[in-house]
């Protein structure tokens, strides 16, 4: 038997059942109004969560902010085939904005260490912006560490050399989406390049660098059959594997459809598979974690999210009721 839960965004509740498509005030669903399980046919609840985020941030800010996404530019190298930013103008910081982000890091920063996490877009093409930003926040003696969002096909030994020494990187996410059947046509890159196996070799490099590499394979039912050839792929391909980790993220279409129960099965049994080719799994110690989470990246980043536009705002299910 399937159990059904829905899960509240905003309140971080869950009940088990399901919702009404409509309901009236009065009509016994006076519990989940109160609990905004259900809202008012008109209420815009974007702007809603939009404005709950923004009052906490503004309770928080007194007390210094730690961390931060920066976002240099929204350009990208690919045209990854679920990428939700797509139709978004490419647009990338400009030196104003760049030395407004190094100021206000300065006045906000909390802690011993501010943690910076480069995000786009692909990042590493403002590879000058992080640079200027790095610069900045070291001639203000701002302490920093940071992490990067990446596809992985710009790294070279000349940027591993610059994520130690200057931006202080201490981990990075690489994307990749299967066998090479299935990562070419899905990155989509501008320029044709083997870039399959150029990944995984700068995953090597990072790895023997010191820094700690998280590998995020996204997958469907379309591309599930082929992951055994893309783990023997990497594990010849990666020849440093002491800090990679690997992991399985189902893609958002994946997830909503009506296998969602099988497939996150299939990535559970797999984590032996991750193990015999060399890899850390995410979830190898501990047992599984279970947990909810409000959003499924980092583009819905809180008080740190640091961009030369308006934030994203992320469209949710939703259920109404009529008065």
């Known amino acids: 038997m399937r159990l059904l839960y829905v899960f509240n965004n905003l309140t971080k509740q869950c009940i088990e059942g399901t919702l009404p498509a409509t309901a009236r005030v009065g009509e016994g669903y006076d519990e989940l109004i109160c609990a905004q399980f259900l809202v008012l046919s008109d209420k815009d609840e974007c702007a809603y969560y939009n404005e709950i985020s923004a009052l906490m941030r503004a309770f928080n800010r007194k007390k210094g902010i730690k961390s931060y996404t920066i976002l240099p530019t929204f350009r990208c190298n690919a045209r990854c085939i679920y990428c939700y930013e797509e139709g978004v103008t490419q647009t990338t910081m400009t030196p104003e904005t760049v030395e407004q982000v190094i100021r206000f890091i300065v006045s906000t920063h909390a802690g011993k260490k501010a943690k910076i996490t480069w995000f786009g877009g692909e990042p590493l093409l403002g590879e000058g912006i992080i640079d200027r930003i790095c610069e900045g926040l070291r001639e ?19 940027i591993i050399s610059k994520m130690v020494r200057e931006w202080k990187t201490y981990k990075i996410q690489i994307t990749m989406d299967g066998a090479e059947e299935d990562y070419i046509p899905r990155k989509h890159y501008y320029v044709d390049r083997d870039y399959y196996h150029r990944v995984m070799e700068s995953v090597s490099q990072l790895s023997e660098a010191g820094i700690s590499v998280n590998i995020r394979c996204n997958v469907d039912e379309e591309n599930w059959s082929r992951i055994p050839q893309f783990l023997n792929d990497l594990k010849a391909g990666v020849a440093h594997k002491e800090n990679v980790n690997l992991y399985f993220a189902l893609l958002n279409a994946s997830r909503m459809s009506e296998n969602d129960v099988i497939m996150w099965r299939k990535i559970k049994d ?54």
Do not use: W
Not at 143 to 158: D, F, H, V
Not at 318 to 323: A, E, F, G, K, L
């Open 140 to 158: 203000a003696g701002v302490e920093y560490k940071s992490t990067i969002i990446s596809n992985g096909s710009l790294i070279s030994p000349e």
């Open 270 to 323: 797999a984590r032996p598979l991750i193990e015999e080719a060399g890899f850390r799994s995410s979830s190898s110690k501990g047992g599984v974690r279970l947990k909810f989470r409000n959003n499924y990246c980092m583009a819905d980043g809180g008080a740190g999210m640091i961009r030369h536009a308006e934030p994203l705002c992320h469209k949710r299910k939703q259920v109404r009721i009529n008065r």
